[in-house]
């Protein structure tokens, strides 16, 4: 049973091995470790301790609507189960706004209840579901090769590729084409305000690519000498569009108008049900980091550190599922959230 | 007669006594008082120091005005009758043309404004980029006429540009937003114009400014607003780019950059290229203009 601050811990200390890993790769293994550990508060606690229902440190417990007031704790039910895994997710979320972790999580809760729970006995359902989540937790590490494989053959020999900010799967797409010995050079744009393309300056300078480091204003100063442009993603949504770092829109609009081809590169389980129609649509909750979004009060005075891109501004969509065109998106994301 | 040192040295004084005139007004003073020092003998060879001169600033300030100003300044000067027999006569005369050359474009960022402040209607939200004296005397004078607008400056990397502008604006009491250079395209949907400066005019009809202008100009012409461009007449320059490249090293870098960097293609430029399709009207001493009647103008101030 894991309450609040023991969540955050391992989620931190997952990132922290293994920087490597996306965040929401993190936020599943987490999630996992608490299903496993999930083993409901005992009638026993309920009656000695008091436990107020709403305690923020502990997930919510379930009451039986019948004539006795019976607490049926949380691991006792599938339906408690669900919930506390939603208030899991919410947890992570406080930690890390960006939109994977919150679309992993749900992908996360279909993916395990998405089989026949028809046993009598709870703890068989839940090794059930435990299996299910070791497989789906499987499935997703592999997926940043597949989408490197399927990439990678999209970058010619002498090449000269765009990319924005510090993307884990555009480098492995990048590590990838450089490993099949093709020759391409690099321009990152800074990324201000936290200057994450220098870090991945920095990556590429080690894997010999030669890599220029453009000013976010560069941008449309650049392009005429590239020849495509690959970004990654925090999310993708219903209608084929992404949510990324911001300065991807306009990057996306100038490409659009040199006619360059702007790709992306996204796992599958950053698939995430928003439709938004402009940038004001999409919620305040990924807008900002979540820090800002505890502390600050005016939201209007910080600076968005995600923007939404439409789908007629982008080319092809490699995912793990294949390679896809925005309007094919909404069709894999029905096949996955089903 | 000045030496380098001295041009020089008066170029500084002139910037930081006033920081709030044009650099290429700047430079013109300096190459006046040059002339009123110079002890030449000859016309062609008055010609010829002048446009040392001019080098010189240049290698001071690399923007396109003063290079573009000096030029102008040349050729108001000797585009008169110098038919006397006597050279100080001559140069007496030029000297008149000069002072009168200077006292009008000290009054050309003031007609812009006359010009540019009624399409700033109540309520309006408008974007612009870095900080330019220019679109700040707009400003003024739109809020001098009690007009309600807002404003959203990008921070302008590498030099932070835009905040010296919201600073500015603030003590204007208008409302102002500084935002990163990359939230240009977030933000335009809620803005209903962009104006903005520009370092130098070419025979095009587009401009060279600070980079970052020609996305702004892109994304602005996909969303459907209009791109306002507000520049003094000192600034035409007989450049004509085609893309980024065309526009020569001497104005892409800052002048101490040129001088002790080998290898250019590590530095940010500092400054891109808008093409004349991206840009609405075009805010000038001489008038209003869209982008293809300026070489028209350009022609006949260079004639």
């Given at each position: 049973m894991m309450d609040e601050e023991e969540l955050?811990?391992?989620?931190?200390?997952?990132l922290r091995e293994d920087p490597d890993i996306a965040s929401a790769v993190a936020a599943i293994r987490t999630l996992l470790e608490f299903l496993k550990r999930d083993k409901g508060l005992n009638s026993a606690n309920i009656f000695n301790k008091p436990v107020t229902a709403c305690s923020p440190s502990l997930p919510p417990l379930l009451y039986l609507s019948c004539d006795c007031p019976l607490l049926l704790t949380p691991g006792e039910t599938i339906l408690g189960l669900r919930e506390s895994l939603k208030w899991a997710t919410a947890c992570l979320t406080g930690v890390d706004s960006s939109v994977a972790v919150s679309s992993g999580g749900e992908l996360f809760l279909r993916f395990i209840t998405l089989t026949?729970?028809?046993?009598?006995?709870l703890s068989r359902c839940k090794k059930m579901m435990e299996e299910r989540g070791e497989l789906f937790l499987e499935k997703i590490s592999m997926s940043r090769s597949k989408v490197a494989k399927?990439?990678?053959?999209?970058?010619k020999d002498g090449a000269k590729i765009l990319t924005h900010s510090y993307s884990r799967v555009v480098l492995r797409v990048l590590e990838k084409a450089a490993a099949e010995k093709k020759r391409f050079s690099v321009y990152v744009t800074e990324s201000q305000p936290d200057s994450a393309g220098r870090q991945m300056a920095e990556a590429l300078r080690k894997l010999n690519v030669p890599v220029t480091v453009v000013l976010d204003a560069a941008v449309g100063y650049v392009l005429e000498k590239v020849d495509l442009v690959i970004i990654g993603a925090e999310g993708v949504v219903e209608s084929g569009g992404i949510i990324n770092k911001i300065g991807t829109y306009q990057m996306a609009l100038c490409?659009?108008?040199h006619n360059k081809p702007f790709y992306v590169v996204a796992e599958s389980f950053?698939?995430?049900?928003?439709?938004?129609?402009?940038?004001?649509?999409?919620?305040?909750?990924?807008k900002y980091k979540a820090d800002t979004l505890k502390t600050?009060?005016?939201?209007?005075?910080?600076?968005?550190i995600i923007d939404y891109t439409p789908p007629s501004l982008i080319t092809l969509l490699f995912t793990d599922l294949g390679?896809?065109?925005?309007?094919?998106?909404s069709d894999e994301l029905i096949k996955l959230y089903l």
């Open positions: 955050v811990e391992y989620f931190r200390a997952q026949s729970l028809e046993h009598q006995d399927l990439c990678h053959t999209f970058i490409s659009k108008t950053k698939f995430v049900r928003l439709y938004p129609l402009n940038q004001q649509d999409v919620p305040d909750k990924f600050v009060q005016n939201l209007s005075e910080e600076h968005p390679v896809l065109t925005p309007s094919a998106v």
